[in-house]
């Protein structure tokens, strides 16, 4: 693909987010004030893009100032409203997974906000791409309640902001954190001018969305897809699923605008689920996603943090991805003295993977079946996106 010698990228990183205080309720088991999602990962991302001298070569933004009305587009009047009356509290709970603290609301919508300023940024054509380094993420947020550490749908938020005052038209939006994006689902469920693409470890959280069956509704069938990889996935799944499923998915579509909800937490050293990526496969991924927006939307793309709770391994995963963005791949292959020794036999395609790949294909059209379509998902919950789980206990944290 054509190239110019320098890409404009941009980076927002909102001191705001560091101080946000997540309070997920794991019950007796678990020491009073430990938590999975703290601000570790993310601070040490941003310092290790610093040291490696990537964050220098960035046009630093700040977030967008959004209104009440702004938020309104996707949630509701009474979510917000009870959001921002907890949060001038002590804080509280608005969901499964999703505790917080005083002050989160003005936090959350700072975090909304900077999703909102890289998508105009690359929108108005300042930059060709941009990195939103936010905090809290937004995944999982539906229009009337907070889920898995999620409290402001970042991505539709900033979307529809854009859909207003820029006319944006059709969107593509790859989530490949590791738990399923059933927040833009739900939102966008029956909007076809917005395509949302969920790679996810099977039934890990929400356990009663993300099945390939659910496409969308009446007037935006197959707008929804989803691609649930079995546990233990690694490297060869992920490549083949992006290659095999999402990349005919957006070319068929043909978005304005691409978008990725980038979570790390598919990591092998990520404490919330268990797939097998290493930072060299985050890398592949946003490479394999610049040369699509390259070839579809002019090279525009705004990548979002979502989740990633491994302090330890986050900040090489997101590394590779800053890198990525900047053309700079070989500035971080060095850096993962992890990752080198994952090189295995099991990062390879296997069968029940490529199974489970071609099951998501079929169902979206991009691919042939090849295999018993009988899918292990016919005894559970698949078509209603608006269901609600009255057994949260039983899902893992995201």
């Given at each position: 693909?054509?190239?110019?010698?320098?890409?404009?990228?941009?980076?927002?990183?909102?001191?705001?987010?560091?101080?946000?205080?997540?309070?997920?309720?794991f019950?007796?088991?678990?020491?009073?004030?430990?938590?999975?999602?703290?601000?570790?990962?993310?601070?040490?991302?941003?310092?290790?893009?610093?040291?490696?001298?990537?964050?220098?070569?960035?046009?630093?933004?700040?977030?967008?100032?959004?209104a009440?009305?702004?938020?309104?587009?996707?949630h509701?009047?009474d979510?917000?409203?009870?959001?921002?009356?907890?949060?001038?509290?002590?804080?509280?709970e608005?969901?499964?997974?999703?505790?917080?603290g005083?002050?989160?609301?003005?936090?959350?919508?700072?975090?909304?906000?900077?999703?909102?300023?890289?998508?105009?940024?690359?929108?108005?054509?300042?930059?060709?791409?941009?990195?939103?380094?936010?905090?809290?993420?937004?995944?999982?947020?539906?229009?009337?309640?907070a889920?898995?550490?999620?409290?402001?749908?970042?991505?539709?938020?900033?979307?529809?902001?854009?859909?207003?005052?820029?006319?944006?038209?059709?969107?593509?939006?790859?989530?490949?954190?590791?738990?399923?994006?059933?927040?833009?689902?739900r939102?966008?469920?029956?909007?076809?001018?917005v395509?949302?693409?969920?790679?996810?470890?099977?039934?890990?959280?929400?356990?009663?969305?993300?099945?390939?069956?659910?496409?969308?509704?009446?007037?935006?069938?197959g707008?929804?897809?989803?691609?649930?990889?079995?546990?233990?996935?690694?490297?060869?799944?992920?490549?083949?699923a992006?290659d095999?499923?999402v990349?005919?998915?957006?070319?068929?579509?043909?978005?304005?605008?691409?978008?990725?909800?980038?979570?790390?937490?598919?990591?092998?050293?990520?404490?919330?689920?268990?797939?097998?990526?290493?930072?060299?496969?985050?890398?592949?991924?946003?490479?394999?996603?610049?040369?699509?927006?390259?070839?579809?939307?002019?090279?525009?793309?705004?990548?979002?943090?979502?989740?990633?709770?491994?302090?330890?391994?986050?900040?090489?995963?997101?590394?590779?991805v800053?890198?990525?963005?900047?053309?700079?791949?070989?500035?971080?292959?060095?850096?993962?003295?992890?990752?080198?020794?994952?090189?295995?036999?099991?990062?390879n395609?296997?069968?029940?993977?490529?199974?489970?790949?071609?099951?998501?294909?079929?169902?979206?059209?991009?691919?042939?079946?090849?295999?018993?379509q009988?899918?292990?998902?016919?005894q559970?919950?698949?078509?209603?996106?608006?269901?609600?789980?009255?057994?949260?206990?039983?899902?893992?944290?995201?």
């Open positions: 693909m054509p190239r110019s010698t320098h890409r404009r990228v941009g980076l927002v990183a909102d001191e705001a987010g560091f101080w946000h205080q997540s309070r997920a309720d019950g007796p088991s678990v020491e009073p004030g430990v938590q999975l999602e703290t601000p570790e990962a993310r601070r040490r991302l941003l310092h290790l893009i610093e040291r490696l001298g990537l964050r220098r070569r960035m046009t630093q933004l700040e977030p967008l100032a959004l009440e009305a702004d938020l309104a587009r996707v509701t009047a979510y917000l409203a009870a959001f921002r009356a907890q949060s001038a509290g002590a804080g509280g608005l969901g499964d997974f999703a505790g917080f005083h002050g989160s609301y003005e936090i959350a919508v700072r975090s909304a906000g900077g999703v909102a300023a890289a998508v105009r940024a690359v929108l108005d054509g300042e930059l060709d791409r941009a990195y939103a380094l936010v905090r809290p993420p937004g995944h999982h947020a539906e229009p009337d309640r889920r898995g550490y999620c409290l402001l749908a970042n991505i539709p938020i900033a979307l529809e902001l854009a859909r207003a005052r820029q006319g944006l038209g059709r969107v593509a939006i790859v989530d490949w954190d590791v738990h399923h994006g059933n927040g833009a689902q939102i966008y469920w029956d909007d076809p001018e395509l949302a693409i969920s790679l996810h470890q099977d039934r890990l959280y929400p356990v009663d969305s993300g099945a390939v069956e659910e496409r969308g509704g009446d007037a935006a069938l707008a929804t897809l989803n691609i649930p990889l079995p546990a233990g996935s690694g490297e060869g799944a992920y490549l083949a992006f095999r499923v990349a005919p998915a957006l070319r068929a579509f043909q978005p304005e605008l691409l978008v990725v909800a980038c979570g790390y937490d598919a990591a092998f050293l990520d404490p919330s689920s268990q797939m097998a990526l290493t930072s060299a496969t985050f890398g592949d991924l946003a490479r394999r996603t610049i040369e699509l927006a390259e070839e579809l939307c002019g090279g525009r793309l705004v990548i979002a943090q979502e989740g990633g709770y491994s302090p330890l391994y986050t900040p090489i995963c997101g590394a590779a800053v890198a990525a963005l900047l053309e700079a791949e070989s500035e971080t292959e060095l850096h993962d003295p992890y990752g080198r020794h994952l090189h295995t036999p099991e990062q395609l296997l069968p029940h993977q490529l199974e489970a790949i071609e099951r998501a294909g079929a169902a979206a059209g991009t691919a042939p079946p090849t295999h018993d009988h899918h292990p998902h016919d559970h919950h698949q078509h209603d996106p608006h269901h609600r789980s009255t057994h949260h206990h039983e899902e893992s944290a995201p």
